[in-house]
């Protein structure tokens, strides 16, 4: 048996108790542990704290009480040794918060500042919840102990009850308690000292867990804390996306009051102080420079140089003033021009004073007079020959005389090449322009601000619109909708482990372990079906985050807002400028052309049906824009009528190339584009596998073909689907074919949606560049059908995807995408395959053509191979390890508290 | 078998029976003030570091009888080296598995993740002395003193001898019973008795020559220990944050580049090192300025954390250094007021 050691002590203490021995009489009185009246202890106020979930709230905010006074008191000196122990754990924390919050300000994206916090949270959650979970509870479940257990003491301060092992206050535990552990931990209840024996096994438990829990801490905090992130990460951005988006959604709808709240006060105050500065200084170029700089910040310096020409014409004059400067630079310039020459006292006698000049000028009524160039250069004539005069009367010579004459002339007209420059750069008779920074311009260039400033405004809300939904950035609707869908993409076309871990290799391996999932898939009508229904719906999931509609009003608010801003600087005589914005005078010229290509007869059918789609798009008719044309040209509208014309055609900014309105519209929508093209081309992929596999070949592969090119075509098209980059379609694909092909027309044969070659693959072939029909069938089998005798175009698709699409409501954006990529791509020349086109005069830009192309499907998906592997990596090996951790952790302590245990009371019979 | 403290100190009373020898020499007999020095917090730091790694874990996963909460508070060394380990493993053991181009972002930031971790530690621990040092100079009170105690075990087997352990302590380390007996001179040895108080009193100008210098100071050495507690146990983790700050900044990508851990590659070693003295300016500047293309709350965010960090270390001085408190010399007429009725019980 261990040994008692109060007992012990309390025997001892009584046999060797020589310092304060009591009277017997005293002993009788107080009967038991005689103690002198006044050293008495006071009665324990301690009690065990309870884990009631109720009461958690109420100890939370206790302990939030107790920190701050805790804190307080450190600060004054007057804390407890608890008190400063709990100002360690604040100044964790504030340190913590401190760096959370630092982090926050470097990231930009909402989920990574998000995660800053979530990352403290989590680390701090981790320390105080692997304790619970993993010593806490098991012990408790193991040993029916609580090692955590917390007491409050006397002072109230809320401890760990076995904290010290050599201090613990047993007394808080009653006997009934003490005894019901007992129990539960299988002590006999027959023996000597049962409870002293209880509580040193209590002991024993909770200085093992303890120490567990100091070993196991170290590795599960951060393990812990980092798999509850990555736990979290997905909800949050999830969260975050719907509130972002509900939020930038409001934004359309009321642009004007969240324009209003944009400040500009600076840029007024800094144009303000800058006019106030140069008031009725001359306008010079420099100037005007300088004020567009701060007329409203954010124009592009194409524009702001269209500002500074418009500004000029404006503002400037042709005219300039002989002043006090002007007499002081052309005497000046004069005389360092005669310093090459002549002496000082030479230069002297011809140049004449200030007095004498303006005296010259004065008899002339130049002086102080505003002169226009024409006249400019008949003071020039006559100062010449003022100085020639006086160069003659004095006694340099006539040679001298000559020079005089010529090199006053000269830089009269021009100190280019002079060392003059070095006093002015301009004729210096030009040296005080006409044009003053006056009231009436100063107020001019206020109003052009505030319209500026104005339009700034709106446009900075409608950049905030974009940049929310489609900036190529993290975290947008689009790069949070494009990260779903590829995420997706592993699971939908069933990837294992294996085929992770072999894709995520190389290209070429993805490539094939792709094919060969498509080709079973499309393979079997049910999987089909499934896999495409749920990439379509995915698909429209992107239209469901960024409506057509809510584009459609970006696109229209945008128009209006650029074509009025460019109707206002038209009419305040800013027409270059207002061009750079919008030119909704070329717009009228765009429809005259269109008016031009529907009514001339030798039209091309396909240029004729863009142009009247392109009416389409604009929400004209055909009498409209008779009757826009008439208006405009008739030349007796006002101001309403002409900025209601302008309105109306403000949906035609995707017409006026190179205007700022075309690229702003144009952002968003290549943005989109960029990003549904390639999920497009997927659906397409999958449609063409499917057709395939169904033996659908479609006008392009008659039966009468030689079964070899058929082949060929299949293969072709099935690799110029999954693989190809816009640039293997800008050379027209490269592949190749047999030279001889075999003339015999079998049948194509299908094995469980795979093509069996009999022929292809046989020999090694050439790239045949002369064979442009090859392409246009390549084209037409997989994104035409060119039955119809008027030329018109329509679509060839399987069945199924054609219901699905048509489920989901996308059909007509994905032949939308198919015709374009038919046109576009297949419209586009390359100079070594000249007639491998589809149609002809179909233009297209590069940007155009290789968002229509997107990623090739199987770069889509080895990237999301790629992402899904590296997460898979992380997160199994630190939740196998975590796993392993707890599960040591656990079994460890059914070897705690092992006892023996002492021998069974002896009961009298 | 228990036998009073009393009489085995200063009786030279054993444990052990007299035919056993008493292998083991522990270097003190007694509580021991010990010197504020590099060598001794060195020495002090290896013993409890080894012990924490190696002795308290042993006793305290089988139950000894003779674990205390010294030996469990000493442990919690093992979490924090183990977590810091661990933390940088997280960030980065996976990433050699990811693709080349994950692999590079991943291991750009898992390595500041790394130097985050070792930056926050050094900061936290070389931040200390900006407390205790202006403390120690200004007042004559250094918090860190150090001493070595012996403690009494009970005996783990019938003839166990070996019943002594040396904790090391600071004599501050609790304000409400901090070890006032080790702080006077021992006067058998011709030392002063109140020679510390003396000191303190001295440096806190309440005079010199003091009848009980002792009794004066006291109050005010508690206060200042207490105040001084409070802010190491605050402003250390603001540095801290200043630490992981400047791991953070963009400038340990060049130095990542370059460095390499293998001393014996001479030049390539000392490259690493100036590099390392490089880039710490210049992600202290970086940190400061919010670096190359700063966000908006960069450029605030660091600045906040380093006047943070910078005037509660300033305040927490100053704030211990002054007291409010008026001093503890009390004139008897101001203790015993002569129109007042006492009653000793």
Wanted: proline content about 3%; overall charge positive; charged content about 25%.
């Amino acid at each position: 048996m261990e040994t008692s050691l109060i007992n012990n002590y309390i025997t001892s203490a009584k046999s060797s108790q020589t310092a304060y021995s009591p009277a017997k009489n005293e002993l009788q009185k107080t009967n038991i542990n005689p103690q002198p009246k006044g050293l008495k202890p006071l009665q324990g106020q301690g009690k065990l704290v309870g884990l009631s979930v109720i009461d958690a709230p109420v100890l939370m905010t206790q302990g939030l009480a107790y920190d701050a006074k805790s804190l307080k008191n450190g600060l004054k000196g007057d804390s407890n040794d608890h008190q400063l122990g709990q100002i360690n754990d604040i100044g964790m924390k504030l340190g913590g918060l401190g760096i959370a919050f630092y982090l926050f300000t470097k990231k930009v994206s909402p989920l990574a500042k998000s995660m800053e916090f979530v990352g403290f949270a989590s680390f701090f959650a981790s320390m105080a919840l692997w304790p619970k979970i993993a010593i806490q509870l098991p012990a408790r479940i193991i040993h029916g102990v609580d090692v955590q257990q917390k007491y409050k003491d006397s002072q109230g301060r809320v401890k760990p009850f076995f904290q010290d092992p050599q201090y613990i206050p047993w007394d808080l535990y009653s006997e009934k308690e003490i005894n019901k552990i007992g129990d539960r931990l299988g002590v006999s209840r027959d023996i000597e000292n049962r409870r002293d024996f209880v509580q040193e096994k209590m002991k024993k438990i909770a200085v093992q867990n303890n120490t567990l829990w100091m070993l196991t801490a170290g590795f599960a905090t951060p393990v812990m804390s980092a798999l509850i992130c990555n736990a979290l990460e997905k909800p949050i951005l999830n969260l975050q996306d719907k509130m972002r988006n509900k939020k930038t959604d409001k934004i359309l709808d009321n642009v004007e009051s969240l324009a209003n709240k944009k400040d500009y006060g600076a840029t007024t105050k800094n144009l303000d102080t800058l006019l106030d500065l140069n008031k009725n200084a001359p306008i010079t170029k420099k100037l005007l420079e300088e004020i567009t700089l701060n007329l409203s910040p954010g124009i592009d310096p194409r524009t702001r140089k269209a500002l500074v020409k418009d500004l000029s014409r404006k503002f400037i004059r042709d005219a300039h003033v002989m002043d006090e400067k002007a007499v002081d630079v052309t005497l000046n310039s004069i005389k360092a021009v005669l310093a090459d020459t002549l002496d000082e006292k030479q230069i002297k006698e011809i140049v004449p004073s200030i007095d004498e000049f303006k005296t010259f000028l004065k008899t002339n009524d130049w002086y102080q007079k505003e002169l226009d160039t024409r006249l400019l250069t008949k003071v020039k004539t006559k100062i010449v020959q003022f100085i020639t005069r006086r160069a003659d009367a004095s006694d340099i010579g006539e040679f001298n005389a000559e020079q005089v004459n010529s090199a006053v002339s000269d830089i009269l007209t021009d100190p280019a090449g002079h060392r003059v420059r070095e006093i002015i750069n301009i004729n210096p008779l030009k040296a005080s322009p006409a044009s003053k920074l006056d009231e009436s311009i100063i107020s001019s260039i206020k109003a052009i601000s505030t319209r500026l400033q104005s339009f700034m405004k709106s446009s900075e809300v409608l950049d905030d619109y974009a940049y929310s939904k489609v900036a190529k950035a993290p975290e947008t609707a689009l790069a949070n909708q494009w990260n779903k869908i590829s995420d997706n993409l592993i699971e939908l076309f069933d990837f294992s482990p294996k085929d992770i871990k072999d894709a995520k290799l190389d290209r070429t391996i993805a490539r094939d372990i792709f094919r060969d999932k498509i080709e079973n898939i499309v393979a079997d009508d049910a999987k089909y079906s499934a896999v495409m229904d749920k990439l379509v719906n995915m698909v429209k999931g992107i239209d469901d985050k960024i409506k057509p509609e809510s584009i459609e009003k970006y696109h229209n608010i945008v128009d209006e807002l650029y074509s009025t801003l460019a109707f206002d600087l038209d009419e305040l005589g800013l027409g270059e400028t207002a061009n750079k914005f919008d030119s909704w005078r070329q717009k009228i010229n765009t429809l005259e052309r269109t008016r031009d290509l529907i009514n001339k007869k030798d039209t091309s059918r396909e240029a004729r049906e863009i142009a009247e789609n392109n009416l389409k798009k604009w929400g004209l008719s055909v009498q409209d824009m008779n009757d826009i044309i008439w208006d405009y040209h008739s030349g007796e509208m006002d101001k309403a009528q002409k900025l209601n014309l302008v309105k109306k055609l403000s949906n035609m900014s995707t017409e006026g190339k190179g205007s700022l309105n075309r690229l702003k519209n144009a952002f968003i929508n290549e943005r989109i584009s960029g990003v549904k093209n390639t999920f497009f081309r997927l659906i397409d992929t999958l449609d063409l596998y499917r057709r395939i596999s169904k033996g659908d070949f479609g006008i392009s592969m008659p039966d009468t073909m030689s079964r070899e090119i058929r082949e060929e075509l299949i293969e072709f098209a099935k690799q110029m689907l999954i693989t190809g980059h816009s640039s293997d379609y800008e050379i027209k694909g490269y592949f190749k074919r047999n030279l001889n092909p075999s003339e015999e027309t079998g049948p194509i044969v299908i094995e469980n949606g795979k093509v069996k070659y009999q022929h292809y693959g046989k020999v090694k072939g050439v790239d045949i560049s002369w064979d442009y029909n090859f392409y246009k069938n390549f084209m037409r089998f997989v994104y035409a059908n060119r039955t119809d005798d008027r030329g018109i175009y329509s679509h060839v698709m399987d069945p199924k995807t054609a219901e699905i699409l048509e489920k989901h409501g996308i059909m007509d954006q994905q032949v939308s995408y198919n015709k374009d990529f038919y046109y576009k791509i297949g419209g586009s020349e390359y100079f070594q395959k000249l007639l491998h086109k589809t149609a002809d005069g179909i233009k297209a830009t590069s940007e155009e053509k290789f968002l229509l192309v997107g990623l090739a499907p199987d770069q889509l998906i080895q990237k999301a191979v790629n992402k899904t592997f590296n997460s898979k990596v992380w997160f199994k090996k630190f939740a196998a390890f975590g796993a392993a951790l707890l599960g040591v952790t656990v079994l460890a302590q059914f070897f705690f508290g092992k006892i023996r245990e002492p021998k069974k009371a002896q009961v009298n019979k | 078998m228990i036998l009073s403290l009393k009489d085995t100190i200063h009786n030279g009373i054993k444990f052990a029976s007299s035919s056993q020898k008493n292998d083991k020499k522990e270097p003190f007999d007694r509580d021991t003030l010990l010197k504020n020095n590099i060598l001794t917090n060195f020495r002090i730091s290896s013993d409890k570091f080894l012990n924490a790694c190696t002795i308290y874990p042993a006793k305290g996963i089988t139950g000894n009888k003779n674990s205390n909460f010294y030996e469990f508070l000493t442990m919690g060394t093992v979490p924090y080296i183990i977590g810091s380990v661990m933390l940088m493993s997280v960030f980065n053991s996976a990433n050699k598995h990811f693709d080349a181009f994950s692999k590079s972002n991943a291991s750009k930031f898992g390595k500041k993740m790394a130097l985050g971790v070792l930056f926050y530690g050094i900061a936290k621990e070389l931040s200390k002395p900006l407390i205790t040092q202006p403390v120690k100079l200004a007042t004559g009170v250094d918090v860190d003193l150090p001493y070595a105690k012996v403690n009494y075990e009970l005996p783990d087997f019938k003839d166990d001898t070996d019943i002594t352990s040396i904790e090391y302590h600071k004599v501050f380390e609790s304000v409400e019973f901090p070890r006032w007996d080790l702080l006077y001179g021992d006067e058998t040895k011709g030392q002063k008795r109140n020679y510390y108080y003396d000191r303190v009193a001295k440096k806190l100008g309440l005079g010199s020559n003091l009848k009980d210098s002792d009794q004066e100071v006291k109050p005010r050495i508690k206060e200042i220990a207490t105040k001084a507690i409070a802010a190491k146990n605050i402003v250390p983790y603001l540095w801290a944050g200043v630490g992981v700050g400047m791991a953070f900044q963009s400038c340990w990508d060049n130095f990542f580049g370059i460095a390499t851990a293998k001393f014996w590659h001479g030049r390539k070693f000392f490259k690493t090192i100036k590099s390392f003295g490089n880039n710490l300016v210049e992600s202290a500047k970086e940190l400061y300025t919010g670096g190359i293309k700063p966000t908006k709350g960069a450029k605030i965010g660091g600045k906040a954390l380093i006047f943070t960090a910078f005037i509660a270390t300033i305040l927490a001085d100053l704030n211990i250094i002054y007291s409010n408190k008026k001093p503890a010399v009390k004139t008897a007429s101001a203790v015993i007021q002569k129109d007042r009725k006492y009653i000793i019980n």
